[in-house]
């Protein structure tokens, strides 16, 4: 997300957005992260304290990341799904262009990343970096580019109808004020069959609007928090009908200040997946079953799909119609056998998260429940 009303500051930089900058929300996003934090530590919060574990070879990439883009990632969360060589990924509200340098790895030189934030400071970061970055990996040129813009109005720089196959967000979505359009943009951008995976704050109820316009509490990701319920609810009117949770953690607020003002509302980091395919809003059953092939790279033992959805390499499972579409009709295809289908109807699939999720409050209302799908 970004101002367009100044000039970019780096040539590498596009930015044909037409929404002038007038929302005071926007504006104090672009003043918390363009100078109050000048580092992770500035934070006030758990949020960047991932409670996943990296995966080796997203560690060894970090690793090889320049150390001020690093310093200056404020994400809540991995958004780095498996399986994306060749890729066309778009990350929204990049910053400083850390999951975009990780992503431009993981893509490779047949890939592409496009990193859209409306934050000057962070977008010189990551413009400044960006050639050294692909010299790094020992690419012939940098697959990357970042675009100065609103993660609300992607069209506005370029970013086509059915053009990428993965968009991702880490810890922004929080700050827009209008996430409507966030997600629609989401799902317009995305080719059929593509995938919007994204870590951000939930919240376990809905906020007062005044939280919105606090700047600490709007900076800090939990001001402009969703209720995890309205989120599902918003997905199902943009046709998205079964969004999985693949991972929650609760936030450790360590301001005695902040505490005082969010009183008892509970903040989650979550990352979520969904996919631009038509599935139901409940999960049933016709007696698929699906074998993971053990062929992604990076994950010869299992691939996880979900809160609930392990595949174990060679160990059959049956899944719902709406698993075995996510696995069969995506880019993971070529890495699953998927027997069955949809003929013979046996009535709902008995899904459902993980207890340890559902213990935590946010990772989804019970699959198959009135409110649809797995998550």
């Known amino acids: 997300m970004t101002d367009s009303s100044s000039d970019t500051r780096s040539a590498g930089v596009s930015s044909t957005s037409k929404i002038s900058p007038s929302s005071a929300t926007l504006e104090s996003v672009r003043n918390y992260y363009g100078k109050v934090l000048q580092s992770s530590s500035d ?18 990439i ?29 990350d929204l509200g990049c910053g400083s262009g850390r999951d975009v340098f990780v992503l431009s790895k993981l893509v490779g030189e047949r890939g592409r990343v496009i990193g859209v934030d409306m934050t000057d400071e962070q977008l010189a970061v990551a413009e400044r970096h960006r050639e050294w970055q692909a010299k790094e990996f020992g690419f012939r040129k940098s697959n990357v580019e970042f675009r100065k813009g609103f993660i609300e109005d992607l069209e506005s720089i370029g970013i086509a109808s059915n053009s990428v196959d993965l968009v991702v967000s880490n810890c922004v979505i929080n700050l827009s004020p209008a996430k409507d359009r966030v997600f629609a943009e989401i799902m317009r951008v995305l080719k059929p069959g593509g995938e919007m995976y994204l870590s951000d704050v939930f919240a376990d109820r809905r906020l007062p609007r005044s939280y919105m316009e606090d700047p600490v509490l709007l900076g800090e990701c939990l001001g402009g928090a969703m209720y995890k319920e309205d989120f599902r609810r918003l997905m199902t009117k943009l046709g998205c009908q079964d969004v999985r949770c693949v991972s929650t953690s609760e936030l450790a607020i360590t301001s005695p200040d902040i505490q005082t003002k969010v009183g008892l509302a509970r ?11 038509d599935l139901e809003d409940k999960c049933e059953d016709y007696g698929q079953v699906a074998w993971y092939l053990g062929t992604i790279p990076g994950a010869p033992n299992a691939f996880r799909l979900d809160d609930h959805h392990l595949f174990e390499t060679g160990r059959p499972m049956t899944v719902c119609s709406n698993t075995a579409a996510m696995i069969g009709d995506t880019r993971y295809r070529a890495h699953f056998r998927v027997d069955g289908n949809l003929e013979t109807h046996h009535g709902l699939f008995p899904c459902g998260p993980s207890p340890v999720s559902t213990s935590a409050g946010m990772a989804g209302a019970a ?8 998550c």
């Open 62 to 90: 970090i690793e090889q990341i320049h150390p001020e883009v690093r310093a200056r990632f404020y994400g809540c969360g991995l958004v780095t799904p498996p399986a994306l060589e060749g890729c066309t990924v778009l």
């Open 267 to 277: 903040f989650f980091s979550m990352t979520v997946r969904a996919f631009k395919i």
């Open 43 to 60: 934070l006030q919060t758990s949020a960047c304290c991932l409670a996943e574990k990296l995966p080796a070879n997203v560690a060894a």
């Open 367 to 374: 699959a198959c429940s009135p409110a649809g799908g797995c």
